[in-house]
């Protein structure tokens, strides 16, 4: 089945940089769209980052300029690279994917990530 895992998360400065890693197995990686969402305290889910099966980024423009999706289709993980990061960058973030086979959003566990100011 489908599994999305999440690392990296941790305490930071602002300022500081932290890799989130997310390690996915079940499915076709390499032809898959990947999402990186967060979900601060009190608030709703928030799409950061998505990058496409060719490669192609998009952001959310309170990211852009700072943090980098990438993908690495041998190992099946898909990375974030935040840096400059800000005390409203705090969240829980979360890696997605989903299926148009059967039309189901797939999520992992989350890792937080906490900027401290």
């Known amino acids: 089945q489908v599994q999305l895992v999440e690392s990296g998360g941790g305490l930071v400065e602002s300022g500081g940089s932290l890799r989130l890693s997310c390690a996915a197995s079940g499915f076709t990686f390499s032809a898959a769209t990947m999402r990186w969402y967060r979900q601060a305290p009190g608030k709703g889910r928030e799409l950061v980052a998505v990058?496409?099966?060719?490669?192609?980024?998009e952001y959310t423009g309170s990211v852009r300029g700072r943090f980098t999706i990438s993908r690495d289709n041998v190992r099946s993980t898909v990375h974030l690279q935040m840096n400059s990061l800000k005390p409203e960058d705090t969240a829980v973030y979360y890696c997605?994917?989903?299926?148009?086979?059967?039309?189901?959003?797939?999520w992992g566990q989350g890792t937080q990530v906490t900027v401290s100011s």
């Open positions: 990058i496409r099966d060719g490669g192609i980024t």
């Open positions: 997605n994917t989903y299926s148009g086979a059967n039309y189901r959003n797939y």
